[in-house]
């Protein structure tokens, strides 16, 4: 930039010097905050959003600082302050006081870049561990693939593929060729720590050829994931099926166990019931809740309505494991004549039983 230019940079909305109505000294450009363990991360976002906020010159020595008789320098201290405190913001506690008396924001950067960044081959050797032995686990596909790509992300930015610095540029295309290899080693590692429920699909992509990058084989075990979750969907659905089959049939069987218990269910082979098989069948009857009206005599006895009318309907009763009542005769391979009683319905009307 010319110092010399009359026109005021701080002015003008595309320059570094320019400070819009909104930034403030408060401002936190980067979470989380540098700690002493993960500075790359950091320092990789920091750089991104000063780059967004048009200050990254004011760390990477592209703008340095003007003597206090130019023009210019007013600018840069009000910059550079805001800067200073926009970093500051993203350090921890611990961190914070050991830098407040750097008034400088490239020499605050160079700072702690010397002081976090020392240990790259310690954190390289950290990294290459973890992306080669991370395992899915219980972790669905979106989330182990995520855990994955911020590892294999810092580590690429550790160690950055070089690029040609030769005044001749070569043609033997070697950088895309190391890509290639570092995208086929970023896939490994993927398609490694899969689960077991993903062997079929892991092998048949290896038999591909080329072997696609890593965005697509992320896209194709994700559609086997979903697919797999329909599966358990439908077994979970037939499983419930099955339950309720098995509760019902149990619930009938008790029924049955409870009817011979009290040997209520008449000998298939005779063909009337006794006196006393009948008494028992009366008072499993009024022992089950059903409210059953006899006279003494063994008449039964009448109740009105609330219209005055008296119901008498000729009924049966079906003895067998399912209980039920039915006023057609015809339906049942045999019957006997009982005692008419009285049977209380869910619709609170009387009936008189007449078979069983």
Not at 129 to 154: A, H, P
Not at 155 to 160: G, H, T, Y
Not at 328 to 349: A, G, M, P, S
Request: net charge neutral; aromatic share 8%; charged share 20%.
């Amino acid at each position: 930039m010319n110092r010399n230019d009359d026109k005021d940079p701080s002015e003008n909305l595309s320059s570094p010097y320019y400070l819009h109505p909104d930034e403030n000294p408060g401002l936190v450009l980067f979470t989380p905050p540098l700690n002493g363990t993960n500075y790359h991360l950091w320092s990789r976002g920091m750089q991104r959003a000063l780059l967004l906020k048009n200050k990254v010159k004011f760390i990477n020595g592209d703008i340095t600082k003007p003597t206090k008789n130019e023009p210019i320098f007013d600018a840069w201290e009000r910059c550079n302050m805001m800067v200073i405190s926009w970093i500051t913001n993203t350090l921890t506690p611990q961190i914070g006081p050991s830098i407040d008396y750097i008034d400088n924001a490239q020499e605050l950067w160079e700072d702690l870049r010397q002081r976090f960044s020392k240990g790259e081959n310690f954190r390289i050797f950290d990294l290459l561990q973890e992306v080669n032995s991370i395992k899915q686990g219980e972790r669905s596909i979106t989330d182990y693939y995520t855990d994955l790509k911020v590892l294999w992300e810092e580590l690429e930015f550790l160690r950055p593929v070089p690029s040609c610095t030769c005044n001749i540029k070569c043609s033997c295309h070697v950088n895309k060729i190391d890509t290639d290899y570092r995208e086929l080693e970023y896939v490994m590692c993927f398609l490694k720590g899969l689960g077991e429920l993903y062997t079929n699909v892991r092998t048949q992509i290896l038999l591909m050829e080329p072997l696609p990058n890593i965005n697509k084989v992320f896209s194709i075990i994700l559609h086997h994931e979903r697919q797999l979750s329909g599966s358990r969907c439908s077994i979970v659905k037939i499983r419930n099926n099955n339950t309720d089959q098995q509760q019902w049939n149990s619930h009938h069987a008790i029924q049955e166990n409870d009817l011979n218990h009290h040997q209520i269910v008449a000998n298939r082979n005779n063909d009337s019931l006794t006196d006393g098989q009948i008494q028992q069948l009366l008072k499993f009857l009024q022992t089950s809740g059903m409210k059953i009206n006899q006279t003494n005599d063994g008449e039964p006895c009448t109740r009105q309505s609330k219209k005055g009318k008296i119901t008498t309907i000729s009924l049966m009763i079906d003895i067998r494991p399912i209980d039920h009542v039915m006023n057609i005769k015809n339906i049942y391979i045999r019957c006997h004549e009982i005692i008419h009683i009285h049977v209380k319905l869910l619709n609170n009307t009387y009936v008189i039983v007449n078979y069983a």
